[in-house]
């Protein structure tokens, strides 16, 4: 039987890891005491294994078990349940990592338009720009001219913030046509098909019926957050909408797991097509490393799956574009929010520069 890698950092002494990994593994298959199980095919096949543990030095190890693909059903939400379900309660241990067999490739298929799909939406060849519309409170036509003005400063994506969802102040169905019009307007006098991204939010029905709503008004690109609306109906909706693309907040992700494996890796080959992070030195306490190795998850060579194009954001600001370049390449999206919003009545010359400086001459 396949087997999934699942790869743990867990805390211990040297004479307790080899019994503390062994724990992980039963707790993340069967869940009970192997001894009072008598059936060989769950004792040699369903059954987690221990298939290695490395000292990282200072009390740390990393511990892989191989996990039976079966027990996943191959459904979003399982997965993630058989990846950390219970040992995510337990304080010592953190999922930085899973190596998926082959053939997740195919029942998960990854991004629908991936990071060429993202650049060919808006006509681009190298770095991304994005902002969001804030803030939460706003009424629709407040956010519509906040958006056709910094769409008319020539960016790629305006996302809503994922904190403005479907409230009285701003509906959903009243703020996405307004919003929508008003970018449609200012991309036609720019040339640049800019793109603007509603906040999914609610239940399975209301997501969809949301969807439905942007098709109506030739949106194809949208906000959803993994975590809060759940994997399963992320997957869900990606699945049934292939035309559109999925750009994923990771808000409610600050779990003890890995955000380059959540993000990078988890939330790519359940589709999204671009990965919200907040990147190392704004709001968050994130290090370059991880934020390396999640742009590196999102963007390495993996059969059947599309590049996802990693969104370092949180606190970012014009000064540090060049320095986000360089760290991060071209294959990226540039998401600069509050401190571009701060322009205020210069709002539209603010974004100019904000695209000059990351497409360049």
């Given at each position: 039987?396949?087997?999934?890698?699942?790869?743990?950092?867990?805390?211990?002494?040297?004479?307790?890891?080899?019994?503390?990994?062994?724990?992980?593994?039963?707790?993340?298959?069967?869940?009970?005491?192997?001894?009072?199980?008598?059936?060989?095919?769950?004792?040699?096949?369903?059954?987690?294994?221990?298939?290695?543990?490395?000292?990282?030095?200072?009390?740390?190890?990393?511990?892989?078990?191989?996990?039976?693909?079966?027990?996943?059903?191959?459904?979003?939400?399982?997965?993630?349940n058989m990846l950390f379900g219970n040992?995510?309660?337990?304080?010592?241990?953190?999922?930085?990592?899973?190596?998926?067999?082959?053939?997740?490739?195919?029942?998960?298929?990854?991004?629908?338009?991936?990071?060429?799909?993202?650049?060919?939406?808006?006509?681009?060849?190298?770095?991304?720009?994005?902002?969001?519309?804030?803030?939460?409170?706003?009424?629709?036509?407040?956010?519509?001219?906040?958006?056709?003005?910094?769409?008319?400063?020539?960016?790629?994506?305006?996302?809503?913030?994922?904190?403005?969802?479907?409230?009285?102040?701003?509906?959903?169905?009243?703020?996405?046509?307004?919003?929508?019009?008003?970018?449609?307007?200012?991309?036609?006098?720019?040339?640049?098909?800019t793109r603007y991204l509603p906040s999914?939010?609610?239940?399975?029905?209301?997501?969809?019926?949301?969807?439905?709503?942007?098709?109506k008004h030739g949106l194809d690109t949208?906000?959803?957050?993994?975590?809060?609306?759940?994997?399963?109906?992320?997957?869900?909706?990606?699945?049934?909408?292939?035309?559109?693309?999925?750009?994923?907040?990771?808000?409610?992700?600050?779990?003890?797991?890995?955000?380059?494996?959540?993000?990078?890796?988890?939330?790519?080959?359940?589709?999204?097509?671009?990965?919200?992070?907040?990147?190392?030195?704004?709001?968050?306490?994130?290090?370059?490393?991880?934020?390396?190795?999640?742009?590196?998850?999102?963007?390495?060579?993996?059969?059947?799956?599309?590049?996802?194009?990693?969104?370092?954001?949180?606190?970012?600001?014009?000064?540090?574009?060049?320095?986000?370049?360089?760290?991060?390449?071209?294959?990226?999206?540039?998401?600069?929010?509050?401190?571009?919003?701060?322009?205020?009545?210069?709002?539209?010359?603010?974004?100019?520069?904000?695209?000059?400086?990351?497409?360049?001459?």
């Open positions: 039987m396949n087997r999934i890698q699942a790869v743990y950092r867990v805390h211990s002494d040297a004479n307790s890891i080899a019994a503390r990994a062994r724990g992980i593994a039963v707790e993340q298959s069967v869940e009970m005491p192997t001894g009072p199980i008598g059936d060989a095919y769950v004792l040699d096949e369903i059954v987690g294994r221990v298939e290695d543990v490395k000292d990282l030095g200072s009390g740390a190890y990393e511990v892989r078990i191989g996990l039976a693909a079966d027990t996943t059903g191959f459904e979003a939400g399982q997965l993630a040992t995510s309660l337990q304080s010592d241990a953190e999922l930085v990592d899973a190596v998926f067999p082959a053939e997740f490739a195919q029942i998960f298929g990854g991004p629908n338009q991936g990071m060429a799909g993202l650049r060919a939406r808006v006509k681009a060849k190298g770095a991304l720009t994005a902002t969001a519309l804030k803030p939460q409170g706003s009424p629709p036509a407040v956010l519509a001219k906040l958006a056709q003005d910094i769409a008319l400063g020539g960016i790629d994506y305006i996302k809503d913030d994922h904190g403005i969802a479907d409230q009285s102040y701003s509906p959903f169905a009243e703020r996405v046509p307004a919003v929508a019009e008003a970018v449609a307007k200012a991309a036609a006098q720019t040339g640049i098909p999914l939010n609610g239940n399975l029905d209301a997501m969809r019926k949301q969807i439905a709503l942007c098709r949208v906000l959803a957050t993994p975590m809060l609306a759940g994997l399963s109906q992320f997957h869900t909706l990606k699945k049934e909408n292939p035309d559109f693309a999925f750009v994923a907040h990771p808000s409610f992700g600050g779990l003890a797991m890995a955000p380059s494996f959540l993000f990078g890796k988890l939330f790519r080959l359940l589709g999204a097509d671009a990965a919200i992070f907040p990147n190392h030195g704004g709001r968050f306490g994130y290090t370059p490393e991880e934020c390396r190795r999640l742009a590196r998850f999102a963007l390495e060579d993996w059969p059947c799956v599309k590049p996802c194009i990693p969104v370092p954001a949180g606190g970012m600001s014009l000064d540090r574009i060049p320095e986000m370049l360089d760290f991060f390449g071209r294959d990226v999206m540039l998401l600069i929010g509050g401190s571009l919003l701060s322009a205020k009545d210069k709002i539209t010359g603010e974004t100019a520069r904000f695209c000059a400086a990351v497409r360049g001459p």
